[in-house]
């Protein structure tokens, strides 16, 4: 098994960027394994898809506060996404700026 192998498009949208306030309405996405049909639901509907022998994968991400807004010389807006630290002076983050093409 390879990282790659769960690679997938993900909109900007989609992603949280705070947890939901009540636990139980969390959103959950689930592989039918004998169709390969995804269906959506909450985690309150886990106990009722599991089987015994059945594999759980856990994402253990997490989400940082490290959204940082700015503005260049022109007076045009940048905002800064942080994902994560690379080491102590690095970090991966994606950039956007009002007016990019």
Request: charged residues 25%; hydrophobic residues 40%.
């Amino acid at each position: 098994m390879r990282v790659t192998d769960f690679s997938f498009e993900l909109p900007e949208s989609l992603i949280a960027h705070y947890p939901q306030p009540e636990r139980s309405r969390c959103r959950l996405l689930s592989l039918e394994g004998p169709t390969g049909a995804l269906t959506h639901g909450t985690f309150t509907d886990l106990l009722d898809k599991l089987n015994p022998g059945d594999l759980l994968v856990f994402n253990n991400t997490r989400v940082i506060p490290a959204r940082l807004f700015g503005r260049k010389a022109s007076g045009g807006k940048i905002e800064v996404l942080v994902a994560r630290m690379l080491a102590a002076h690095r970090i991966l983050a994606a950039s956007r700026a009002s007016g990019a093409r």
